[in-house]
């Protein structure tokens, strides 16, 4: 089992231990961390090799963990590139891009991202024989950002195709459609790219980091869980800061129309702030499924009761 997966099972057994965690994993000034600094810590912690149930209480080796943690992927041990890396994904979405919802090329480049991010930070132990994985994602990737850009884009063509302008019209297409667009396009990303996952299965390890199998029960679960991850992140950051403008703007505390734009921006990129550690934090990163959850041929080979694999973010 990989380090970074041993130091979720120690210390990301709560919500908020993992919540804790990400806050600092996030922290975008990790993104400037070299290669060769992030491969001597990654020696660090290999050389001190910690026990699942021993705490971390080191500040050396836990700086070390949380370098790990936001810029290796824990199946390949390959240094993630740099814009998507867990802290890339804060700086690389600027408020004012998500806001321009209405264009059909930022929701491409939108999605694009996020379907990239998905496909460098999801389960990496999938394989099959009669193809190539890789490029089954790309093109999985592919059809899933056109989809999703159009499907984003559509209610606002619609709109002005009929030329729908009412109030109510408006309130609709401009405010309330959306977050639930968003959540539901991002969790659909999520379940295309990383569909090989459930059809080919994922590592399950026992509890000393022991591969016994690949389960296709395990790789459900796994997608499942990061696609609500994924929903809830995207549906909340555009869900609560239109609730909060719109008391904003009818109690007139901020008439003037440029500032109402930089309040709108400055309270997107604060709930995305928060919703992204949130969101991270909701399932554990180092999954565990129950025996009894498992396909029969992996159950047969092993007396273990605990089962662990990699969710992926």
Same mark, same amino acid.
């Given at each position: ?19 804790? %965690? ?8 990790? +993104?400037?961390? /070299? ?6 810590? =990654? !020696? *660090? ?108 884009? %559509? ?8 030329? +729908?302008?009412? /109030? ?6 401009? =405010? !309330? *459609? ?121 159950? /047969? ?13």
């Amino acid at each position: 089992m990989d380090g970074n997966l041993r130091f979720w099972r120690a210390e990301g057994q709560t919500f908020f231990q993992r919540f804790l %965690l990400w806050a600092d994993a996030l922290d975008p000034l990790l +993104l400037l961390k /070299s290669s060769n600094e992030i491969k001597r810590n =990654r !020696l *660090l912690i290999q050389i001190n090799e910690k026990t699942p149930s021993e705490p971390i209480q080191n500040n050396q080796k836990k700086q070390a963990f949380l370098l790990s943690l936001s810029s290796v992927h824990p199946d390949t041990g390959k240094i993630i590139p740099v814009l998507f890396r867990p802290p890339g994904r804060f700086s690389s979405l600027n408020p004012e891009f998500m806001f321009s919802y209405n264009l059909l090329f930022l929701q491409f480049v939108f999605h694009s991202y996020t379907t990239a991010f998905t496909l460098l930070n999801g389960n990496g132990t999938p394989k099959a024989e009669e193809y190539s994985l890789q490029q089954k994602q790309i093109l999985l990737g592919l059809g899933a950002v056109s989809y999703s850009a159009c499907v984003g884009a %559509l209610p606002l063509v619609f709109m002005n195709r009929y030329t +729908l302008k009412s /109030s109510l019209m408006q309130l609709i297409v401009r =405010r !309330l *459609l959306p977050a639930p667009l968003f959540g539901l396009t991002s969790a659909f990303n999520v379940a295309m790219v990383r569909s090989p996952e459930f059809d080919n299965g994922i590592e399950v390890m026992d509890r000393n980091g022991k591969v016994v199998g690949v389960s296709k029960k395990a790789g459900e679960k796994a997608v499942r869980e990061t696609a609500l991850s994924r929903a809830a992140l995207f549906g909340t950051t555009f869900f609560l800061p239109e609730v909060f403008m719109y008391f904003v703007q009818r109690a007139r505390f901020v008439k003037n129309p440029r500032a109402l734009g930089t309040v709108r921006m400055f309270v997107i990129m604060s709930v995305l702030a928060g919703m992204l550690p949130v969101s991270f934090s909701m399932f554990p990163q180092c999954g565990e499924i129950k025996r009894a959850d498992l396909e029969p041929e992996i159950v /047969s080979s092993t007396e273990e009761t605990e089962f662990f694999y990699n969710r992926g973010i």
